[in-house]
């Protein structure tokens, strides 16, 4: 193993029918800033093709930034598409307009951690570094 | 060979996108490499075809690669991606937009995209892109394009890796003593001219061709392909070219009885 610390791999995407990607192309430029390699595929993902590239690109961590309402069937989907694929050490973590109560069964349902409007840049990478599980290839 | 990268490379063999994944990792991190986890013999058998894609940041690289998909995938064959963006020279870090062109294949089981940053590489590429290609090729994939970062005059090092190097410019690329210069040029297989829809392509094509036709020294005529990647225009005549590059190639192969003499 060498003895440089490899970049943390991480896929932000934005599932369902909602075009705001303000935010998610905010913290997509604050984590490179912080040394990641970021994934961005852009607005109107599915669940499916978000799993797939997070499967394909062996990312660590999956970011999912939803203001369209629909957070409570997509982050949960990612969720089980990637425990289904033998992928559940996937670190989950979602941002967006969603209310206290949803953050509470999104968290029973796989989603790590919610960052809502004015969450700090720093609370969520270190929150990221804190929690990543696997490196590269190694589960 | 421990245990787990067994398993990882019996999963790829067996079809398995995570083991990929997860062994291009691996060659990326430089924890392993190809020839310590690969038998060799297993790579010499195939037949593929690996293609470069390159040049100038924003020339449209990686919709062209998107329009490429559509014509390999009409042909029933499978393909790898190696798309490559920089690494931030300040934090190490990296946005990988690539694959943002090629949506539409992302849940198509026979197209596998892998973005790669240089990771202080030079050329538009990372020095584990050899071992990347390998990994694709023990995969199973029928063709493998590798897309570099956005390139300037003189990064070249792609020239070694594909069998087929395609350049691609915009019409604003200057004029025909830029393509005289060494560098980009001189490695070109194909020539595209993208976005030609734009005032004076013509022009540029031409000069382009005009270079290239007093330069001969393979055999091979290089030629000047004008695309609208965005509309899908030009993609199959880009295609038919490379086919062509590729039947060259094959007939000019040392030991191949079509060489000449």
Redesign the interface.
């Known amino acids: 193993m060498k003895e440089r610390e490899r970049p943390i791999r991480i896929l932000i995407a934005k599932p369902g029918l909602d075009g705001h990607d303000r935010g998610a192309k905010a913290l997509t430029l604050a984590l490179r800033d912080k040394g990641m390699e970021v994934i961005y595929t852009g607005i109107r993902q599915t669940p499916e093709s978000i799993v797939q590239t997070a499967i394909q690109e062996d990312v660590e961590v999956v970011g999912l930034s939803s203001l369209a309402g629909a957070h409570n069937y997509h982050f949960p989907r990612v969720a089980e598409l990637l425990a289904e694929g033998g992928n559940s050490d996937v670190l989950i973590i979602g941002g967006g307009i969603i209310s206290e109560e949803d953050v509470a069964s999104l968290k029973e349902k796989g989603i790590k951690e919610i960052f809502g409007p004015g969450a700090r840049t720093e609370d969520i990478v270190n929150f990221i570094r804190q929690n990543v599980k696997r490196g590269g290839g190694q589960k | 060979m421990p245990d787990?990268i067994r398993e990882?490379v019996r999963g790829m063999l067996n079809g398995s996108?995570?083991s990929l994944?997860?062994?291009?990792?691996?060659v990326?991190?430089?924890?392993w490499k190809v020839d310590d986890i690969l038998d060799k013999d297993r790579l010499a058998l195939r037949e593929i075809w690996r293609l470069g894609i390159t040049g100038p940041p924003g020339a449209g690289k990686s919709t062209l690669v998107t329009g490429l998909v559509k014509e390999i995938r009409g042909k029933g064959l499978s393909v790898g991606i190696i798309a490559v963006d920089p690494?931030?020279a300040?934090?190490?870090?990296?946005?990988?937009?690539d694959?943002?062109r090629m949506?539409q294949y992302?849940?198509d089981r026979k197209v596998?995209?892998?973005?790669v940053?240089t990771?202080g590489s030079y050329g538009g590429l990372s020095k584990s892109i050899p071992d990347i290609i390998r990994l694709l090729e023990a995969f199973g994939k029928d063709i493998i394009m590798v897309e570099t970062a956005g390139v300037g005059q003189s990064e070249v090092a792609i020239k070694g890796m594909v069998d087929t190097v395609i350049v691609v410019l915009t019409p604003e690329g200057g004029d025909s003593i830029q393509f005289m210069k060494a560098g980009l040029i001189e490695i070109a297989d194909i020539v595209v001219v993208n976005k030609s829809d734009r005032v004076s392509s013509d022009i540029f094509a031409s000069e382009i061709m005009g270079v290239l036709s007093i330069n001969r020294k393979t055999g091979w005529q290089v030629p000047v392909i004008n695309t609208q990647a965005i509309n899908g225009i030009g993609i199959e005549s880009l295609y038919q070219e490379i086919e062509k590059h590729q039947k060259f190639l094959e007939m000019t192969r040392p030991g191949s009885s079509n060489m000449k003499s």
């Open positions: 787990h990882l996108q995570n994944a997860q062994l291009i990792s691996l990326e991190n430089d924890e690494s931030s300040v934090s190490g870090g990296a946005v990988l937009g694959r943002i949506q992302f849940l596998f995209i892998r973005s940053t990771r």
